[in-house]
Nanobody, 122 residues
Framework: VQLQASGGGLVQAGGSLRLSCAVSGRTFSGYSLGWFRQAPGKEREFVATISRSGYSTYYADSVKGRFTISRDNAKNTVYLQMNSLKPEDTAVYYC????????????????WGQGTLVTVSS
């Protein structure tokens, strides 16, 4: 499966962005999907995941209540709506696909997109 993330950019603190990730190659609905991020000088960290059906979602505490992950199985796309952005949200954001039902760890994800940069200015 191939993933292509887009939608990053520069935004002021308090603003919003929506990231998209187009998935191709195999049956989209057969994958759980996730977003991760890597800030400068830091390790990549988990942000959010969504189940195959879209009914189950899971968030990192740092983004809970501000970010929303969703998927459109008809468009083979997963989204990350980011609101109330903070400078500490600045990172390269990656989308990933997993064959597991409820993946949590990075090791659960076998396919990764190339990343899209989000910069939040103060």
């Amino acid at each position: 499966v191939q993933l292509q993330a887009s939608g990053g950019g520069l935004v002021q603190a308090g603003g919003s962005l929506r990231l998209s990730c187009a998935v191709s190659g195999r049956t989209f609905s057969g994958y759980s999907l996730g977003w991760f991020r890597q800030a400068p000088g830091k390790e990549r960290e988990f942000v959010a995941t969504i189940s195959r059906s879209g009914y189950s979602t899971y968030y990192a505490d740092s983004v809970k209540g501000r970010f929303t992950i969703s998927r459109d199985n008809a468009k083979n796309t997963v989204y990350l709506q980011m609101n109330s952005l903070k400078p500490e949200d600045t990172a390269v954001y990656y989308c990933a696909a997993s064959g597991s039902y409820y993946p949590r760890a990075q090791a659960d994800f076998g396919s990764w997109g190339q990343g899209t940069l989000v910069t939040v200015s103060s």
